[in-house]
């Protein structure tokens, strides 16, 4: 197997892979899985992380470094456990790091750290985004310089606990033959710290233009989006969590609606899949995760990436995880 599709590092267990390129390097900002012992559950109990460690690569054929830790949940104040998957966004000199985490009532939200520098340390705001919940938040900062935050992810992350717009432990799930809870969205706020407006549902729509329904399962969102732009279309991509798919869908707004276009990566070795997607050097690439590195263990899990090719359509080519 090349150099790619390999663990970036071993040191650690990562997860869930931000990529971006700053400066002509190349920055990732997984999580960090802790290596414990426990059983997993559907309410994702197993993924006990508590820091961020940011990876680097001076370009895509370096080798990859582990820059210690950037943030401990002890220095945010109100986080009670689970720093989950994050992003990071640069704006006028400064790097802002997005976080979900549980607070001490047991709700997920999402927090923002700052730095100067792209590896930190990073220092957190005391308190969470107002207005924000649920879990991998990721942002867009377009070319007119506005930042667009995703988030949301289902069961473990909550997302259908708050269709009413409060978070109810009770909520029930949503019709299996009624539309899928979409992801959520809202415009960042010029500071980058708050919302400018509370958070809306992406539509993410089939062939024929109507809403992809809570079965299925193929298709529908279930986590980890992601936002990239390639010849002035909106690429939201994102994870069926169930059925272990990295899908994407296309539109013309950064809110969308998004229409359905296919698969980009098949299932990997583990429970989740969560990835992103970033241009260097004119090549596109693909940062991911699987469970390699702990023979299969699903909260253990390593960071690899590999090349992303897009048809002449604007379609992209589906990857085969352990193929070449």
Same mark, same amino acid.
Not at 20 to 42: M, Q, R, T, W
Not at 63 to 82: I, R, S
Not at 111 to 119: E, H, L, Q
Not at 287 to 309: A, I, M, P, Q, W
């Given at each position: 197997m090349s150099k790619q599709r390999k663990p970036l590092v071993t040191n650690i267990f990562?997860? =869930?892979p931000s990529a971006h390129v700053f400066d002509g390097k190349i920055y990732i900002y997984p999580s960090h899985d802790l290596a414990h012992e426990c059983e997993d559950n559907d309410n994702g109990d197993q993924y006990a992380m508590e820091d961020y460690h940011i990876l680097s690569m001076d370009d895509i054929d370096a080798p990859c470094v582990d820059n210690g830790e950037a943030l401990h949940m002890k220095d945010v104040p109100w986080v009670d456990k689970q720093m989950w998957a994050p992003d990071v966004a640069y704006k006028n000199g400064t790097y802002y790091l997005y976080f979900p985490a549980r607070d001490k009532k047991g709700e997920f939200h999402i927090g923002v750290a700052t730095s100067k520098n792209p590896v930190g340390p990073f220092k957190a705001e005391e308190n969470y985004i107002p207005g924000?919940?649920?879990? =991998? %938040?990721?942002?867009?900062m377009d070319d007119d310089g506005t930042g667009y935050i995703y988030f949301g992810g289902l069961w473990g992350g909550q997302l259908e606990k708050?269709?009413?717009?409060?978070?109810? %432990?009770?909520e029930p799930d949503p019709d299996v033959n009624g539309p899928a809870i979409g992801p959520r969205v809202a415009t960042l706020s010029d500071d980058m710290l708050t919302f400018k407006e509370g958070p809306s549902e992406i539509q993410i729509l089939d062939e024929n233009g109507e809403p992809l329904k809570a079965s299925d399962e193929d298709r529908r969102y279930f986590e980890g989006p992601w936002m990239h732009k390639y010849n002035g279309k909106y690429y939201?991509?994102?994870s069926t969590g169930t059925t272990h798919y990295i899908v994407y869908a296309v539109g013309d707004s950064p809110k969308g609606p998004f229409t359905y276009k296919g698969r980009i990566l098949e299932p990997v070795l583990g429970w989740t899949t969560h990835h992103s997607i970033v241009e260097y050097q004119g090549k596109w690439y693909l940062f991911y995760h699987d469970c390699e590195l702990s023979n299969g263990v699903n909260h253990k899990r390593c960071v690899k990436f590999t090349e992303l090719k897009y048809n002449e359509d604007g379609t992209i080519q589906t990857i085969k995880p352990y193929e070449e």
């Amino acid at each position: 197997m090349s150099k790619q599709r390999k663990p970036l590092v071993t040191n650690i267990f990562t997860a =869930d892979p931000s990529a971006h390129v700053f400066d002509g390097k190349i920055y990732i900002y997984p999580s960090h899985d802790l290596a414990h012992e426990c059983e997993d559950n559907d309410n994702g109990d197993q993924y006990a992380m508590e820091d961020y460690h940011i990876l680097s690569m001076d370009d895509i054929d370096a080798p990859c470094v582990d820059n210690g830790e950037a943030l401990h949940m002890k220095d945010v104040p109100w986080v009670d456990k689970q720093m989950w998957a994050p992003d990071v966004a640069y704006k006028n000199g400064t790097y802002y790091l997005y976080f979900p985490a549980r607070d001490k009532k047991g709700e997920f939200h999402i927090g923002v750290a700052t730095s100067k520098n792209p590896v930190g340390p990073f220092k957190a705001e005391e308190n969470y985004i107002p207005g924000s919940y649920s879990i =991998d %938040p990721c942002v867009l900062m377009d070319d007119d310089g506005t930042g667009y935050i995703y988030f949301g992810g289902l069961w473990g992350g909550q997302l259908e606990k708050w269709q009413s717009g409060s978070f109810n %432990p009770n909520e029930p799930d949503p019709d299996v033959n009624g539309p899928a809870i979409g992801p959520r969205v809202a415009t960042l706020s010029d500071d980058m710290l708050t919302f400018k407006e509370g958070p809306s549902e992406i539509q993410i729509l089939d062939e024929n233009g109507e809403p992809l329904k809570a079965s299925d399962e193929d298709r529908r969102y279930f986590e980890g989006p992601w936002m990239h732009k390639y010849n002035g279309k909106y690429y939201f991509s994102y994870s069926t969590g169930t059925t272990h798919y990295i899908v994407y869908a296309v539109g013309d707004s950064p809110k969308g609606p998004f229409t359905y276009k296919g698969r980009i990566l098949e299932p990997v070795l583990g429970w989740t899949t969560h990835h992103s997607i970033v241009e260097y050097q004119g090549k596109w690439y693909l940062f991911y995760h699987d469970c390699e590195l702990s023979n299969g263990v699903n909260h253990k899990r390593c960071v690899k990436f590999t090349e992303l090719k897009y048809n002449e359509d604007g379609t992209i080519q589906t990857i085969k995880p352990y193929e070449e």
